[in-house]
């Protein structure tokens, strides 16, 4: 059975979605370094007013303010126990690098490295229709999969709302960004000969069910 998977994609390739249905169906840990910063923000902490200075504009926040909440979780018994899903990390190289030494350094390795494949134009619709819940955090799309209630969470009846960086404008820049920062790290992938390709295009639970059978998940 396979464990610990790297996500790699573009914004709104559907990295997030999937994550959530694996570790839902599965027990992995969701690692999403967008939430832990999002979250180290809302709590008011110095790392989190600093991270989102860069949030805001679509920027990559420094390494160094990543890393650390990353191994702070790597290191949690209960990622060792059920493994992980690392959804938005690494997105440069020298991230890859030291998530590479990270795992070897604790004896973990990574069983399954995917790359979810998206054109452009529906990134950018899915990425400014994108609303989340308040509480549960869980993904909606006004476009695709619009909620029963308006604005209301499917899943636990929070109120949904837009994330700041989902604007046109700073996903445009978060696109750049990715060709930018994170097209070294799927060469890195590619040539380690670890990189698995899968489409991201469709409808999430046809996308889950592709992603299962393509894995050998049932
Ligand atoms: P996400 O939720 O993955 O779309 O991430 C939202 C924002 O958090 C990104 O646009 C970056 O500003 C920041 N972020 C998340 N993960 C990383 C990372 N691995 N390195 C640098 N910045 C990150």
């Known amino acids: 059975m396979l464990k610990t998977f790297v996500f790699l994609g573009a914004p709104g390739a559907g990295k997030g979605t999937i994550a959530e249905l694996l ?104 990425l400014t229709a994108r609303r989340l819940c308040k509480v549960c955090g869980a993904i909606h799309n006004m476009m695709f999969t619009p909620p029963k209630v308006e604005n209301v969470c499917d899943s636990c009846g929070g109120a949904l709302y837009q994330r700041s960086d989902d604007t046109l404008e700073t996903a445009i820049n978060r696109l750049g960004v990715y060709e930018q920062e994170t097209g070294p790290v799927i060469n890195w992938y590619e040539q380690s000969g670890q990189l698995r390709r899968i489409t991201g295009a469709l409808e999430k639970h046809a996308n889950f069910a592709v992603f299962c059978q393509e894995y050998g998940l049932e």
């Not at 007013?49 to 191994?71: F, H, I, N, R």
């Not at 990390?89 to 494949?117: C, S, Y």
């Open 23 to 126: 570790c839902a169906k599965y027990g992995q840990v969701h690692i999403a370094t967008g939430d832990l910063l999002r979250a180290e923000k809302a709590s008011g902490s110095p790392l989190g007013q600093q991270a989102s200075e860069y949030m805001v504009k679509g920027l990559l926040v420094p390494d160094e303010l990543v890393v650390t909440l990353l191994t702070n979780k790597l290191a949690s018994p209960e990622v060792k126990a059920r493994g992980f899903v690392l959804d938005g990390f690494p997105r440069t190289l020298n991230q890859a690098q030291l998530l590479q030494r990270e795992l070897d350094k604790d004896g973990l390795k990574v069983d399954l490295v995917v790359l979810f494949e998206v054109d452009r134009d529906l990134l950018l619709r899915r």
